[in-house]
């Protein structure tokens, strides 16, 4: 016995791997202690690998859940941007982009826009309607025929007006066409910001989920340099429907970077974090497996 334990023993001092001291003792003791010895160090090896798994387990769950948790505010704030770009068939050859940050129901607003007709106030809204198709309008949505898409025909890619983006008082649909607190356009160019806009929650939600769509009206056709001509416009018959037809156009998709991904990154997100919890459960069901298998070979020697 003291021959067979001395190198062990040492083993154990010069090695800090417990573990792989507890594997030599067990090969030395063997022959001479027998195969009861045996299964009570393997026994503690079991436990020990046990509370492992399950420490391995719990933090895997644990970071899982953190991850879960981190998703789930995220689904209320976010930013979405938009490109914007000419309304088809509304002669106007400008562009712009637009930023919106949203945080609970109040958001932040950015605007920049060029090519417009200059000096002219210059109607902008968000709009969203569940029904909506949250794109921009096509050639196709023009019912009339008439080459030209006013803000009625858009209607059913965009829906109605659930932001007005004016400079100063209201910001809700009922300044829809309050001509005197939107941009004029000086230069034909829009440089918007304008923070604390409160929505409802739904808006809300929409929006951060890539559902709304910015649009800037007011066009010029016959290139008069204002708002003139025979046609009434769909949303007020005492304006020229020039002051209120869509100019420029961008839906409002996640933005690309700060934080956010885009639509389709954001749902990669969520894959992750069911992949990790998938993982913990693998692990789970592994180190189950892994039990049952030396409870199996402990029964049958
Ligand atoms: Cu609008």
């Given amino acids: 016995m003291p021959f067979t334990n001395a190198p062990a ?131 196709g949505d023009d019912t009339n025929k008439d080459g030209h898409l006013n803000t009625t025909e858009g209607g059913p890619a965009y829906g109605p007006v659930v932001v007005s983006l004016t400079k100063t008082g209201d910001t809700s649909a009922k300044s829809v066409l309050a001509v005197d607190r939107f941009d004029t356009a000086p230069g034909g160019k829009i440089s918007y910001e304008r923070g604390s806009i409160t929505v409802a929650p739904e808006v809300a939600t929409a929006i951060t989920k890539g559902q709304s769509v910015v649009v800037i009206h007011g066009v010029d056709y016959n290139k008069d340099g204002k708002y003139d001509g025979d046609v009434k416009s769909d949303l007020d018959p005492s304006l020229p429907t020039e002051a209120t037809d869509p100019a420029l156009c961008g839906a409002l998709r996640a933005a690309p970077t700060g934080g956010m991904a885009t639509g389709q990154g954001g749902s990669a997100g969520g894959a992750d974090t069911a992949m990790i919890a998938l993982g913990g459960a693998a692990l789970l069901a592994a180190a189950g497996t892994g039990v049952v298998a030396v409870r199996r070979r402990r029964f049958q020697g």
């Fill in 9 to 139: 023993a040492v083993f154990a001092q010069q090695n800090s791997d417990v573990s792989y001291a507890c594997a030599m003792y067990v090969l030395c003791c063997t022959g001479s202690v027998g195969g009861a010895h045996l299964g009570v160090v393997l026994h503690f090896k079991e436990e020990d690998r046990m509370r492992t798994t399950r420490k391995i387990a719990t933090a895997t769950m644990g970071a899982a859940a953190m991850l879960a948790l981190a998703a789930g505010p995220a689904l209320a704030d976010g930013g979405v941007n938009a490109n914007l770009k000419p309304v088809p068939g509304n002669g106007v050859a400008g562009s712009g982009t637009a930023m919106v940050q949203v945080t609970g129901t109040t958001m932040t607003v950015t605007m920049a826009a060029s090519g417009l007709l200059a000096n002219q106030p210059h109607a902008a809204h968000i709009h969203f309607g569940a029904d909506a198709r949250h794109e921009c309008p096509t050639l």
